[in-house]
């Protein structure tokens, strides 16, 4: 009896041990969300430059930003992951992807880590209405013409219907692929409505309000991505506006879902007047200020973070060091004890070294 039963006993624990050395992953198959990712720890200060997918695929533009983080104050990267075209750029784990995919970054997880081992900050970015390729797979979710089709922006670009559910979970089943191949954080960009384009000819289904619509995402992204950090873009002008500008943005509604929030304060794209200015891109620390000094009283006790986006190309004025650098110090000093860095943007993925060293951290 005794042998019976330490036999097995013996059998018993050597179950229990190939059990608790199966490999996690095995388990549950490739289901990644059956395991709690930790959050990733945000640098006091983000200084961000942007990439664009064929970008991320060029280790001459891998390493440049590499070699700019060690000689300046960056420490973070935005990679497009969706860009304006609605194509995405490496190869996901979403079976609904699989026709929007355009594999231009190889081996997502391997660039990260390399942004990773030389110490900076990767954010994905992901445009999310603007969705020509979506839209095109899936006319049900796009916004009509009232005559007929799908509608077109003054870019040719069609456009997801912002209240489509079916389109809001798109684009989250894909920051959370991108999170669980190492992104630390999602930038959300083209959370709104059309802005151009033929307004009065979009047709959508039962949207009483735009601002209702994205401010429903806005808290949909939080609760559906609730352990992660995210952050979104918005007009410049929403630092001022307290209307949604026919968009759906209000400023105060995405302090309350995102751990950052983005607005896009480009002195080039203030109209005439702004500030009595024929030319607000020849003003570039007023401009800057001024949005930021407003965001900041409206941010209240909102527990989210203002870090803006700034102007590094020429459009309006000449972005030259001294325009690029007088932002950053507007940002600085208006933000105070709440600065908590910003994000540079310029179409060619070349950046102003010497105004970020004088700008500082």
């Known amino acids: 009896m005794n042998k019976f039963f330490l036999g097995f006993l013996c059998l018993l624990l050597i179950s229990l041990g190939i059990f608790l050395f199966i490999p996690k992953e095995n388990l549950k198959g490739n289901d990644s969300k059956v395991f709690k990712k930790e959050k990733a720890a945000v640098p006091e200060k983000v200084i961000g430059v942007y990439l664009t997918g064929w970008s991320a695929s060029n280790e001459e533009k891998i390493d440049y930003v590499i070699d700019l983080s060690k000689r300046t104050s960056v420490n973070a990267v935005v990679i497009d992951i969706k860009d304006w075209s609605g194509h995405v750029s ?10 929007a995919e355009r594999v231009i970054i190889k081996d997502v997880p391997r660039v990260v880590k390399k942004f990773h081992d030389n110490g900076l900050y990767v954010i994905g970015r992901i445009t999310v209405f603007q969705d020509p390729v979506l839209a095109s797979l899936r006319n049900d979710l796009a916004v009509k013409s009232r005559s007929g089709g799908l509608w077109y922006d003054f870019n040719g670009l069609s456009w997801i219907d912002p209240s489509k559910k079916e389109g809001w979970d798109y684009n989250i089943a894909l920051a959370k692929d991108a999170l669980g191949k190492g992104f630390d954080e999602i930038n959300f960009d083209y959370i709104r409505f059309p802005s151009d384009g033929v307004l009065m000819d979009m047709d959508f289904d039962n949207i009483a309000s735009e601002r209702e619509v994205i401010r429903s995402f806005f808290a949909y992204l939080r609760e559906s991505i609730p352990d992660d950090n995210i952050s979104v873009d918005l007009f410049g002008l929403t630092t001022v506006n307290k209307d949604d500008l026919g968009i759906g943005q209000v400023i105060e509604d995405a302090y309350q879902y995102f751990d950052f929030v983005c607005p896009m304060v480009y002195p080039s794209h203030y109209v ?13 620390f007023e401009v800057v200020a001024y949005s930021m000094a407003k965001a900041k009283i409206r941010l209240g006790d ?15 004025a000449e972005y030259d060091t001294a325009k690029i650098y007088l932002q950053i110090k507007a940002v600085k000093d208006i933000l105070g004890d709440d600065y908590s860095g ?3 943007w310029s179409p060619e993925n070349w950046y102003n070294e010497e105004a970020i060293i004088e700008g500082g951290d």
């Open 342 to 344: 910003y994000m540079l």
């Open 90 to 99: 490496y190869d996901t784990d979403v079976k609904e992807m699989e026709n």
């Open 272 to 284: 005439s007047g702004f500030l009595k200015f024929e030319n607000p891109a020849d003003y570039p």
């Open 302 to 316: 909102y527990g989210s973070k203002l870090r803006p986006w700034l102007q590094d190309f020429n459009l309006g």
